[in-house]
C-alpha cells in the first residue's frame, strides 16, 4: 500500500477507486500521466511526496500504528507473548508463591514438611497396618502440641460412639448400607467468644492402597498440623472463634471420617469449614469451590489465592466425578466453607509417583499459608454471616452462590445477583449505545454501504473451518488416540492454526470469486460486530440460566462472557465512531471490477497506515506495476487531501490481547484438569476432545476480525504450525515417563473356584496394556493365556493365573483360612410364615482384615431351580456389637417396629432399615481379628418351592498392606505380582489400585 491509500473524496467530481484489482485501461492511464506533469497545484504539491516531507513523528506514528500487515504481526506476536508470559507466571508455583521470610513461619513450615515426610513414609490405606501408624504419629505430634495450651483439647474419637451406619443409595435401582468405625483425631481450640460459632478445618490421613499418599492428603493433614502448632505458640494468643481439626480416616473409599464426624459431639458448635484435599498431585492449590458468597469473600484475605469458579460449576453439574469432604460438610451437614485443593497432574494421583520425590515444598507452603491466613481471618474477628446464627440477621448475598477468580494472586468474587444486575444492565445499554451509530452511518450519511455478502461470508467461514478442524480431530482419534495424555498443547496449538488458516483461506477466496462495486467498506468492523452479537447471545443463555441457578444446572464459572461480550462490543463502538465522524459525500466508481479485499500475501511497500474503511483509493498491485509510484496520479484535483485512521490499532489492543489472555486462562485451567481423565473412560475422551475443539476455536476467535490483513511471515508461520503439528501428532507417543500409561490392579482369589490368584489389570481399550503385560517374567515362564476382555465404557480388563500367590499373613498359604463363612441362623428353610420375613444370621471370619464388601444376589436357588427376584430381597440389615447388655438373644431382634432408616437397640447392635430393598452393605472395622458378625432380613421370591428358597451372598475382602514380611527364606515382599509389575513394565507405565485393596478374596453361600 503506497501513500495514496490515505487519500479521500473532499469535493465533487474527485474520480476514486477503493478496490486492490482496479484496471486501467490504456488511454485513462496517458490521460492521468498528463495531468500528473502540467496539472499539479501549486499550493499542494505532488499527492505522492516524498517520504522526508513529513513530519518524521508524524511518520513514526503513522509506521507504529498505521493500519499495515508489519505493524499487526507484531501486535499479534506480542499479544501472544503478553498471553503466555501472563498465564505462565499466573499458573506458576515457583514465581507466583514466595516460601515465608518470617521467622515463626519457617519453623512450622519445616515442621510440617517433616511431618509429610512421616505421613509418606508407606502406603497407609485403612485397611492396611500403616494407617495405624500415620494415626499413631499424628496422635503423638497432636498431644506434645497441646500440653502447652490449656484451652486445646483432644478426642481419640476410639469410645464407639461415632461408629455409624448410614445408606449411601447411588441410584433407583442400587441402594449400599455402609458400617464405619471411626478412629478420628478431633482437636478444639476453644475461642475467648464462646458465642461465635466454631470453624472447621478438616482433611483426611489415609491413602489408596498404591499410593504413598503426598497431596492425597499428605499436604492436607501436615497443613492442619502446621496451623495448629501456629495456634500453640507462646508468642500466638487465644483465638476468638473456636476451631476445630478433623483428621479423618478413610475418606478414599466412602467420605466415612468426615460422615462419622456429624456424629461427634462437637460438630454441633460448627457453622464454617475449611476442607483441604488433593485430586492431582502438586502445583498450586486451587479453590474449586464454595457454599455461598457469604464465606467465599473472605478468601481474598490469603496471600496467594488461586481459583476459578469454573472448577465450582463443573462439580455442581457432576461432570467431575471424584468427591471430596466438602460434599459431606455441605449437603449433611448444612455447613457452609471451602474446598481447597491439589488437581494435577492427575496421571500419578494415586499412584505410588505420589511421593515425596515429586512434589516441591512450596506446594505445601502454598496450601499451608492459605489455610492459615483464611483460618486467621474468620477466627481472629466477628464475621457479618455470625449474625445469622447470634441475631438471626441474615446479610444481604450471603447465602447465594458466588462467581469468583483469581489472577496475579488477586482474587474477585461476586453474588450472582451482582452479576446477573451487570450482565443485564451491559446487555441493555451496548445496544443503546450503538443504535444512534446506526442510524448516523446508515440512514444520515449513508457512508458505507453493507450488503448480504458481506456479512455472511464470516459466519460461512466459521462453519466450514469447524468441519475442517473437526476432520481432523477425527483423523487424530484415528491414528492417536490418547494424544491429549501427553500432547493437549500439541493438539491446541495446531487446532488453533488450522482454524485460523481455514479461515483466512476461505474469506479470501470469498472475496476472489465474489468482487464488489462497493467502495465505503470495513472488514474488520463487521466481524468484530458479528463476534459481538454472538458473545450477546451466549451471555443471554447464560443471564437466563444463571437466574435459576442450581446444583445439577450451575452456571456460576461463565462469568468470562460478560467481560469478553464488553470487549468486543467497546471494538465495535470505535469502529462506529470513526464511520459516523466520516464526511457524507460519496465517491464515484471508476468503471471496473473493484474487489474489497487487499491481497494479503501482496508485497508491503511504504505503507504510513490507513484503514481502508476510510473510502480510501485503493491501488491494486496490478495498477501499481504500470504507474511510476512517483508521479502524482492525481494532479489537479485540489480537493483531494491525505487522511490518516488508527481505529483498528484501538480495536486491536482492546479487543485481542485482554480477550486472548481470559479465554486462555481459563482454558488452560480446565485443561490441566481434564486431560488426563482420558485413560479413565470413553465419555471423558468424548469430553476431552470436544473441549479442546471448542478451546482452539475460541482462543482464535479475537484474532478473527483482523484474519484479512496477515502478511506473509503469519501465513506462512500458520502453515507451518500445522504441518509440523500434523507430522507431530502422528508420531508422538502419548505415553512416556513424564505422562504415564496408568493401570489398575487387583490380584483376586475366588474360593468357589480353588486356591488360584489370577492378577487383573484394568485400563484404556487400545493402551497397550495386553503388550505390557505378555512380557512379565511370570507370565512368560508359566506359559498361562492372558485374556483381555472389554468392559463398560471403553475400558478392558486383562487377567492372568499367577505363580505368585500374595503373603497376606505370615505362615498362612490355605487361602480358605483368610475367609471363611459361619452360619449361625438360617430360617429360610423352616420359616412359619413363607410369605413374611426370612432371619439370616452369619458370621464373617477374616484374619488381619479391615474391609469386607456383602454383595445380596437377587438370583434365588434352590435344589430344582434358578429365577430372579423382581425387586431387591434383603430390606434389614444388622452389624452386630456382641456385647448384650440384656437377656435378648440376637437372634431375637425384631424390626417390625422399627421405622426405615439407622437405628440401635438395646444391645447397642446397628441397624438399617429399607424397605426399597438394600443390595450391598460395606464393612469397616477397626479391630484387625474381629469376626463381622452380620444379620439380615428379606423377602423370599414369590414362586413356587418358597419354603426350599435361598438368598445368594457374595462376601468380597479386600488387603493392601505392602509391608514385607520376615520369613526364614529372607524378607518377602507380601505381594510379589504387584511389585513384579513395578518392576518389569516400561517407564512409561504407572499403577494404582483397582478396588479397595490390592488383594481379594471372594467367597459365595447361601441362607
Known amino acids: 500500500m503506497s501513500e495514496t491509500d490515505g487519500l479521500i473524496q473532499s469535493g465533487a467530481g474527485s474520480v476514486v477507486t477503493n478496490g486492490t484489482s482496479a484496471t486501467l485501461n490504456k488511454q485513462q492511464q496517458q490521460q492521468q500521466q498528463q495531468q500528473q506533469h502540467h496539472q499539479v497545484s501549486p499550493s499542494h504539491g505532488p499527492l505522492n511526496s516524498s517520504p522526508t516531507s513529513t513530519n518524521i513523528f508524524v511518520r513514526f506514528i503513522r509506521s507504529v500504528f498505521g493500519y499495515r500487515k508489519t505493524t499487526l504481526t507484531s501486535f499479534v506476536v506480542l499479544s501472544l507473548l503478553f498471553t503466555f508470559l501472563l498465564s505462565w507466571y499466573d499458573n506458576s508455583l515457583e514465581y507466583s508463591v514466595s516460601l515465608p521470610t518470617n521467622k515463626d513461619e519457617i519453623l512450622i513450615l519445616q515442621q510440617a514438611w517433616l511431618d509429610l515426610q512421616h505421613i509418606a513414609k508407606y502406603e497407609h490405606t485403612y485397611g492396611s497396618k500403616s494407617n495405624d501408624y500415620v494415626h499413631d504419629y499424628l496422635e503423638n505430634q497432636i498431644l506434645n502440641v497441646i500440653k502447652h495450651k490449656n484451652y486445646i483439647e483432644y478426642d481419640n474419637d476410639l469410645n464407639g460412639t461415632n461408629n455409624i451406619l448410614f445408606n449411601t443409595r447411588s441410584s433407583s435401582e442400587f441402594s449400599s448400607v455402609s458400617y464405619y468405625e471411626s478412629n478420628n483425631l478431633v482437636v478444639r481450640i476453644n475461642g475467648s467468644n464462646e458465642e461465635l460459632p466454631a470453624f472447621l478445618l478438616s482433611a483426611h490421613y489415609d491413602a489408596v492402597p498404591s499410593s504413598f499418599g503426598v497431596t492425597d492428603d499428605g499436604m492436607g493433614i501436615a497443613s492442619l498440623l502446621g496451623v495448629l502448632y501456629y495456634y500453640s505458640q507462646s508468642s500466638t494468643n487465644q483465638p476468638e472463634r473456636t476451631i476445630i481439626f478433623n483428621f479423618n480416616n478413610n475418606e478414599e473409599f466412602g467420605l466415612y471420617g468426615a460422615t462419622s ?198 459466519p460461512l467461514s466459521i462453519v466450514a473451518s469447524f468441519f475442517v478442524v473437526h476432520g481432523a480431530v477425527l483423523k487424530t482419534i484415528e491414528y492417536n488416540e490418547f494424544l491429549p495424555n501427553s500432547g493437549s498443547e500439541l493438539l491446541l496449538i495446531t487446532y488453533s492454526s488450522l482454524f485460523l488458516l481455514s479461515n483466512y483461506i476461505f474469506l479470501n477466496l470469498f472475496n476472489a470469486l465474489n468482487s464488489y462495486k462497493v467502495i465505503n467498506h470495513d472488514e474488520k468492523l463487521i466481524v468484530i460486530w458479528e463476534i459481538s452479537i454472538v458473545y450477546a447471545i451466549v451471555l443471554i443463555w447464560s443471564t437466563i440460566k444463571l437466574s435459576n441457578n442450581e446444583i445439577g444446572n450451575d452456571h456460576t464459572g461463565e462469568f468470562p462472557f460478560l467481560f469478553l461480550y464488553i470487549l468486543q462490543a467497546i471494538g465495535s463502538i470505535f469502529g462506529f465512531i470513526g464511520w459516523s465522524l466520516k464526511s457524507s459525500k460519496r465517491p464515484t466508481i471508476i468503471e471496473g471490477t473493484i474487489s474489497e479485499s487487499q491481497p494479503l500475501l501482496h508485497n508491503d511497500e511504504v505503507n504510513y497506515g490507513t484503514d481502508f474503511h476510510d473510502g480510501d483509493i485503493r491501488i491494486s498491485s496490478t495498477s501499481s506495476s504500470l504507474l511510476n509510484p512517483e508521479e502524482d496520479l492525481f494532479a489537479g484535483h485540489e480537493t483531494l487531501k491525505k487522511f490518516f485512521s488508527y481505529d483498528w490499532s484501538l480495536q486491536f489492543l482492546i479487543i485481542v490481547p485482554f480477550s486472548s489472555l481470559i479465554i486462555y486462562n481459563s482454558g488452560y485451567l480446565i485443561l490441566e484438569g481434564i486431560k488426563k481423565s482420558i485413560q479413565e473412560s470413553l465419555a471423558a475422551e468424548y469430553l476431552i476432545y470436544k473441549f479442546i475443539v471448542i478451546f482452539s476455536i475460541a482462543w482464535s476467535i479475537p484474532f478473527l476480525p483482523f484474519v484479512f490483513k496477515l502478511n506473509r511471515i503469519i501465513v506462512l508461520a500458520l502453515i507451518a504450525i500445522v504441518a509440523s503439528g500434523t507430522f507431530f501428532v502422528a508420531v508422538t507417543n502419548p505415553f512416556d515417563q513424564l505422562n504415564p500409561l496408568k493401570l489398575r490392579f487387583v490380584q483376586s482369589i475366588y474360593l468357589d473356584q480353588g486356591l488360584d490368584s489370577y492378577v487383573n489389570v484394568v485400563g484404556r481399550k487400545g493402551t497397550p496394556i495386553d503388550d505390557v503385560l505378555a512380557d512379565i517374567p511370570s507370565l512368560k515362564e508359566s506359559h498361562e493365556v492372558l485374556n483381555c476382555t472389554a468392559t463398560t465404557d471403553g475400558n478392558q480388563i486383562c487377567s492372568y493365573k499367577s505363580t505368585l500367590s500374595p503373603n497376606l499373613i505370615d505362615g498362612v498359604t490355605n487361602y480358605g483360612e483368610l475367609l471363611e463363612v459361619e452360619i449361625l441362623k438360617n430360617s429360610s428353610s423352616g420359616s412359619d410364615h413363607p410369605f413374611g420375613y426370612l432371619v439370616g444370621e452369619f458370621k464373617v471370619k477374616t484374619k488381619e482384615n479391615r474391609m469386607c464388601i456383602l454383595n445380596f444376589n437377587k438370583g434365588v436357588t434352590s435344589s430344582s431351580q434358578s429365577s430372579a427376584y423382581k425387586d431387591v430381597p434383603v430390606k434389614t440389615v444388622i452389624v452386630y456389637n456382641d456385647k448384650p447388655k440384656s437377656n435378648l438373644s440376637n437372634s431375637d431382634i425384631n424390626t417390625k417396629a422399627i421405622p426405615e432408616g439407622f437405628s440401635t437397640d438395646s444391645n447397642g447392635n446397628y441397624i438399617y432399615k429399607d424397605l426399597a430393598g438394600i443390595n450391598q452393605i460395606q464393612l469397616n472395622k477397626l479391630s484387625w481379628d474381629k469376626d463381622y458378625h452380620i444379620g439380615i432380613q428379606w423377602v423370599p421370591n414369590l414362586a413356587e418351592d418358597t419354603s426350599e428358597s435361598k438368598l445368594s451372598i457374595t462376601a468380597i475382602c479386600y488387603w493392601a498392606d505392602l509391608a514385607p514380611l520376615a520369613t526364614d527364606q529372607g524378607v518377602l515382599s507380601s505381594i510379589p505380582a504387584y511389585d513384579e509389575l513395578l518392576h518389569y513394565t516400561p517407564n512409561y507405565v504407572t499403577f494404582a489400585n483397582y478396588e479397595r485393596g490390592l488383594v481379594s478374596i471372594t467367597k459365595s453361600f447361601q441362607v
Open 261 to 458: 464426624f456429624l456424629s461427634h459431639p462437637w460438630f454441633k458448635q460448627i457453622k464454617y469449614f475449611l476442607n483441604l484435599e488433593g485430586t492431582g498431585a502438586g502445583g498450586k492449590a486451587i479453590l474449586f469451590r464454595g457454599t455461598d458468597y457469604g464465606i467465599l469473600k473472605y478468601f481474598k484475605s490469603v496471600r496467594y489465592p488461586y481459583g476459578t469458579s469454573i472448577f465450582q460449576e463443573g462439580f455442581n453439574n457432576h461432570l467431575i466425578h471424584s468427591e471430596t469432604d466438602y460434599k459431606v460438610y455441605k449437603e449433611k451437614g448444612s455447613i457452609r466453607g471451602l474446598d481447597l485443593a491439589f488437581f494435577k497432574p492427575r496421571d500419578i494421583y494415586h499412584t505410588g509417583s505420589d511421593n515425596i520425590k515429586n512434589v516441591n515444598i512450596k506446594s505445601l507452603w502454598h496450601m499451608l499459608a492459605n489455610s492459615l491466613d483464611f483460618t486467621e481471618t474468620i477466627t481472629n474477628q466477628q464475621i457479618d454471616l455470625d449474625n445469622e446464627y447470634l441475631n438471626n440477621e441474615t446479610s444481604i448475598y450471603s447465602h447465594e452462590f458466588a462467581s469468583y477468580t483469581s489472577f496475579l494472586n488477586y482474587f474477585f468474587a461476586f453474588p450472582i445477583s451482582q452479576i446477573l444486575i451487570v450482565n443485564v444492565v451491559t446487555l441493555l445499554i451496548i445496544p443503546i449505545i450503538e443504535i444512534p451509530f446506526f442510524l448516523i452511518i446508515f440512514n444520515y450519511k449513508k457512508v458505507w454501504k453493507v450488503t448480504f455478502l458481506n456479512i455472511i461470508k464470516f
